[in-house]
């Protein structure tokens, strides 16, 4: 099946840096990927949807400029949280969209994220 | 607006024993695809079963089957000869190409008992 590789896996930062999230297709084509995130023992919360080549799509009450989204490539998008406080402590996941099958989420690891 | 529905927060099974998880949907769309999601404790999110809804055949991936009922919206998950690596979070999810996104339901915890 089709590989998503999402790192780092796990990231503990001081508040006010900013942390860089990678998502990669290893094995397929993503025109788009999604970034979740997910509370303890809840389901996925979309943050944001991005295409390649184009500015990333924000869910409602989600911000944009603290949740930095780019998809510079069919293989890699990335997430930079900046200025991370403790709230933004959280499980954030990345998904792709497989080109031919469009309908076909795929999945990364995740990374758990913690600000101190 | 589209929404699902697992109304099952947790369930559990003896092991090699049947079970089955169930899942509603909502929508007024005619084309659209269903699915089913394990989230085992590492967390990684990995796809169980697909269903077409144009497909009238219910989708079976070898121990894993749906009963998919279209006019009830109704898409169960039926897990037979249940493993303890079963033990997971599962959700259920519906995509519809005009929403371009999945709609995820609050998902079912089951644990496997040996």
């Known amino acids: 099946g089709a590989v998503v590789s999402q790192h780092p896996s796990r990231v503990i930062c001081k508040s006010g840096t900013s942390v860089k999230i990678e998502c990669r297709s290893l094995?397929?084509?993503?025109?788009?990927m999604f970034w979740y995130r997910q509370f303890p023992k809840k389901s996925l919360m979309l943050m944001a949807t991005?295409?390649?080549?184009?500015?990333?799509?924000?869910e409602q009450g989600v911000e944009k400029d603290k949740f930095l989204i780019n998809h510079a490539s069919l293989t890699l998008s990335t997430l930079t949280v900046t200025s991370a406080h403790p709230e933004d402590s959280s499980f954030y996941i990345c998904?792709?969209?497989?080109?031919?099958?469009?309908?076909?989420?795929?999945f990364g690891a995740g990374t758990r994220l913690s600000v101190l | 607006a589209q929404t699902v529905t697992q109304s099952q927060p947790e369930m559990s099974v003896q092991e090699a024993e049947t079970v089955t998880l169930s899942c509603t949907y909502d929508?007024?769309?005619?084309?659209?695809?269903l699915f089913w999601y394990k989230q085992p404790p590492s967390r990684q999110m990995i796809l169980v079963i697909r269903?077409?809804?144009?497909k009238q055949q219910n989708a079976t991936e070898n121990r894993f089957s749906v009963n998919f009922q279209k006019a009830a919206k109704s898409f169960s998950l039926k897990i037979s000869d249940s493993q303890l690596g079963d033990t997971a979070m599962y959700f259920c999810?519906?995509?519809?190409?005009?929403?371009?996104?999945?709609?995820w339901g609050l998902g079912t915890s089951l644990a496997v008992n040996p």
């Open positions: 999810a519906f995509y519809a190409g005009n929403n371009r996104k999945l709609i």
């Open positions: 991005s295409n390649e080549g184009s500015k990333a799509t924000y």
């Open positions: 269903q077409e809804a144009y």
């Open positions: 094995d397929f084509q993503a025109t788009t």
């Open positions: 998904s792709a969209r497989e080109m031919v099958a469009k309908n076909i989420q795929y």
């Open positions: 929508t007024s769309e005619n084309n659209y695809y």
